[in-house]
């Protein structure tokens, strides 16, 4: 008698209203009904399912545990039941029991396509990628535009390497389904991973063509346009992720970093540090903070960023080396050095570092009796400055071998020591110990008062200085070298180099002007164009012995800083370096002379981006500069006629 009750109850309109507030999302008002049900029909097995899958639904999985095994003793072939146990047993992250209940719910019922999906997702998460593969397959083969398992089983091809094969399937989802924000972010993010970059921006737009709300997608959007150099775009959309979740602390770090390369520091400071006060553990935002605040000459308060990311991150590599460049920029070298080793272990340096099947060394007292290996790891500038260690290192072993750039070799070798230089790419000789040479400073404990600064240490090469006389013009003008941008390629290119343009003033000045650029960037060619009174070397430039014959030749280099400078100063030439507000670590602080270069005399910005008071100061001086050298020339031609007279009067004494 109870379970015909029970049957009138399940097919009454009273119990199909509960069904539709089940099914509409109204849960708990559900399951008071359902509770009422069973303290009536408390035997009744869909009366227990549905109890327990509504407290699944609601989060509450030890009820939905319990009832829904209950309902399985009394109804052992119920599939959805077996289905939605292994739901809560998923959500507890219970795998092994999740996935026992999803076969059972198959066995049960062989076309169940979401028992399959489900099953599909357990696979790849237990790492069964092929199983899951399989089970998403099935899934399709039963409901062919089932677009969630299309999506995931494309996913699934993406992370197993099969990016094509994930494009296929990503299009027959969106076959099904065009208005899918998902099918299509999914797909971006397979297009990016093929460097297909235009096309994943595409992608990610019809993403959120389908949904403006789709933060993934904004941000995503963001990072592409942030890594192609679009940043306002990137910060376009990096503002639309925040506007649909405001506590997204990972927007506004990236955001940080566009508005930083478009010069907007106060708002990228203060997106960093609104990402901390999202997330007071984040050290990526205290490191790039701490970065922006190095990068805008605040030391104390970078040092201060820097320490708070490695307390929360011991081995942040990047961090420990940015704290190394800003103790050596304060003259805090012994401590400064020690920590600039931490580059090499920092991913974004692995490319420039090099390893062998042999010991690296760090102690002078070690090499004795070896042949031992040092190879220059970062720009030409570096290994022209440090190279002067190399003497020193030659003193302690057997044999020097010396791997650098080829364009360098000619020059480093006027070393005055015997040294054995490779060509990066060549094969290098035997070896027992290596060393980079931007290491040398720590391995030879270098302070401000010992910095090894006789110079030179470089000389040009004789026979080719005779050459640059012989195509130089021959009157007595005063001549300069002018060097106004590096390598496009520098990672603070954009605040060390100066547009030819800003030099229009001081390129009146009447001097013999020779340009010390090997390459020429498109946005300088109208000022070219214009300053014909400069004279370009860039086709007789082959290696840096080539621009040291030219700088031997010169009265003065001006430059920015880049490794003209480094030349200049390796030959003991009078050089003039302009510094941006925030200067290269090598270059200390509040200074205008350098311990590395006695000849080096420094222009700094005082303030961020300021080139026009460094110019104006660069004018002054080199206007006292000129008055001061004609004055010294006129000197010489006075003395030169005078001995001259002397000479002619000695000669009719003899004729006499």
Known sequence: ????????????????????????????????????????????????????????????????????K??????????????NLGNAYQEKKQKVEALQCYEQAIRYKPDY??????RGNLLNELGQQPQALASYAEAIRLQPNYVEALREYAGLLREMGQEENALEIFAQAIQSNPDNADTYFQKAITLKKLGRVYQAIESYIEATRCNSQHTSALYNLGNIYLDLGDHHRAVEQYSKALQTRPNYPEAYLNRGNAFKALGMMQESLNDYSEAIKLNPAYADAYSNRGNLHKDN???????????????????????????????????EYEQGWQLYEWRLRMASYQMNCQTFPVPEWRNLEEIAGKRVLVYAEQGYGDAIQFCRYLTQVRQHCQQLIVQVHVALIPLLKTLDTDIT??????ALP??????????????????????PASVPYLQADTAKIQQWRHRLSTNKTLRVGLAWTGSSKHDNDINRSIALQNFEQLLQANVEWHSLQKEYRLQDQTALNQFKQIQHHQNDLNDFADTAALIE?????????TSVAHVAGALGKPVWILLPYAPDYRWLLNRTDSPWYPSAVLFRQTAYGDWQTVLGDLQQQFNQWIAQAETHMQKLSTLSTQEQSSQKKNTRKKDR
């Not at 379970?3 to 539709?20: D, G, R, T, Y």
């Not at 209950?70 to 289905?83: G, T």
């Not at 396509?113 to 489900?118: G, H, I, L, M, P």
């Not at 040092?303 to 103790?327: C, F, G, I, M």
Request: charged content about 20%.
């Open 553 to 561: 030749c010169l009265d003065l280099v001006i430059t920015v800083d």
């Open 430 to 451: 035997a070896f027992d110990a290596y060393c980079p040479l931007m290491s040398l400073p720590y391995v030879c404990k270098t302070t401000l008062e010992n910095v």
């Open 113 to 118: 396509v979401s028992a399959f999906f489900n």
């Open 297 to 331: 000459g605040r030391v104390e308060p970078a040092l201060s960023d820097y320490e708070q990311a490695l307390t929360l991150r011991p081995d942040y590599a990047e961090v420990h080396w940015n704290k190394a460049l800003l103790l050596i920029v304060k003259g």
């Open 421 to 426: 230089f490779v060509a990066k790419g060549d």
């Open 70 to 83: 209950q309902s399985l003793e009394l109804n052992p072939d119920n599939a959805f039941a077996y289905n």
């Open 1 to 68: 008698m109870e379970l015909q009750n029970a049957k009138e109850v399940l097919q009454s309109p009273h119990f199909q209203e509960v069904l539709q507030l089940h099914q509409s999302g109204n849960i708990q008002e559900a399951i008071a009904h359902y509770q009422s049900f069973l303290e009536q029909y408390p035997k009744e097995p869909q009366l227990v399912y549905l109890l327990g899958t509504a407290y699944c639904q609601s989060g509450e999985l030890e009820q939905a545990i319990a009832l829904l």
